[in-house]
Antibody
């Protein structure tokens, strides 16, 4: 059974750096074709794709947020970490991680999400 | 930046057919995917590669593609299908979501 779970702070201050961890089970990021992605959703708004890392450690970022995002993986711990710098109140959202399998290329399994509020 | 356009809302009565469209210039060249999201829950994949249905998704969910528009069709809509639906595709810059469509079952 594939599961993903997001963890991180519920509240960050403006200008701070957000660090989120996605801990997963049921697959390995060392397996060819496996990827993990981050997506966010501000309250009452649409989904927004943020970043993706694949089994080969290739990384892809949203064009609009590229300068603020870093995605990395720790294969031994089955974790993917997303950092977002210079947080602003408009970054308040639920942040999800999801699995992507090359060949299908869909976000086929999602975590439950973690709500992050940016406020002083 | 690349955009996918969905109608904000669609309403149908139980048992009727709901059609939710998604338009984008790259859709003739890129696959589309559909996700269902109920309040307070994470999205669930209901259609991938335009028209494929993941295991466990009811047969009443189907997808189709024509030119720059893809369509999610829900036949024999049930009350439990009331949710937000998002299309998703990709371009050279990465992955993109539509603005979402709220399906109301009257």
């Amino acid at each position: 059974q594939v599961t993903l779970r997001e963890s991180g702070p519920a509240l960050v201050k403006p200008t701070q750096t957000l660090t989120l961890t996605c801990t997963f089970s049921g697959f390995s990021l060392s397996t060819s074709g496996m990827c993990v992605s981050w997506i966010r959703q501000p309250p009452g708004k649409a989904l927004e794709w943020l970043a993706l890392i694949d089994w080969d450690d290739d990384k892809y970022y949203s064009t609009s947020l590229k300068t603020r995002l870093t995605i990395s993986k720790d294969t031994s711990k089955n974790q993917v970490v997303l950092t977002m710098t210079n947080m602003d109140p408009v970054d308040t959202a639920t942040y999800y991680c999801a699995r992507v399998v090359r060949g299908v290329d869909a976000f086929d399994i999602w975590g439950q999400g973690t709500m992050v509020t940016v406020s002083s | 930046s690349y955009e996918l356009t969905q109608p904000p809302s669609v309403s149908v009565s139980p048992g009727q057919t709901a059609r939710i469209t998604c338009s984008g210039d790259a859709l003739p060249k890129q696959y589309a995917y559909w996700y269902q999201q109920k309040p307070g829950q994470a999205p669930v994949l209901v259609i991938y590669k335009d028209s494929e249905r993941p295991s466990g998704i009811p047969e009443r969910f189907s997808g189709s593609s024509s030119g720059t528009t893809v369509t999610l069709t829900i036949s024999g809509v049930q009350a439990e299908d009331e949710a937000d639906y998002y299309c998703q595709s990709a371009d050279s810059s990465g992955k993109v979501f539509g603005g979402g469509t709220k399906l109301t079952v009257l």
